[in-house]
């Protein structure tokens, strides 16, 4: 579901809109632009920052084949107008194809889910690399 090359271990943004910034531009498939166009636009409806120190910004891409997935990893953590007004230290950003509702929604419960689990999160955060980090969102979210 989430591929090494969309994975940042050691994000240093300041802010919301920087740390999106840095997300964007590692899908290197997609226009870093339209993805903060749609990603921004969800923003604005409410913060996705869902507490615990975790936000999944998502959004609806016009064009695109397949759900993309993108994480940043921020020790220090952002502010991100979180629900329980704690810092991020977790983003996992999710685009999906315009046309697809059901899958949308599927994948981003199914995020929620597993990143309510404390043991879940702490695994992100201690992990050492980017492919530990894949192999554990392969073995815990699925895209059927």
Do not use: Y
């Not at 899908?27 to 166009?37: C, G, H």
């Not at 064009?63 to 810092?87: C, N, Q, T, W, Y």
């Amino acid at each position: 579901m989430i591929t090494i090359e969309h994975i940042c271990l050691d994000s240093q943004a300041l802010s919301k809109r920087a740390l999106i910034t840095e997300m964007a531009h590692v899908l290197s498939s997609i226009d870093p632009d339209s993805v903060m166009e749609v990603v921004m636009a969800r923003e604005q409806l409410g913060s996705t920052g869902i507490g615990h120190g975790v936000a999944i910004p998502h959004g609806r891409m016009p064009d695109l084949a397949a759900p993309m997935v993108a994480l940043a990893r921020h020790h220090e953590g952002v502010d991100f107008d979180s629900i329980d007004g704690k810092p991020v230290h977790i983003v996992v950003l999710l685009l999906v194809p315009d046309s697809d509702d059901r899958q949308h929604l599927e994948l981003l419960a199914q995020l929620a889910r597993n990143l309510q689990l404390e043991s879940f999160r702490e695994q992100i955060m201690q992990a050492e690399d980017c492919s530990t980090v894949a192999e554990l969102f392969a073995s815990q979210v699925t895209l059927d």
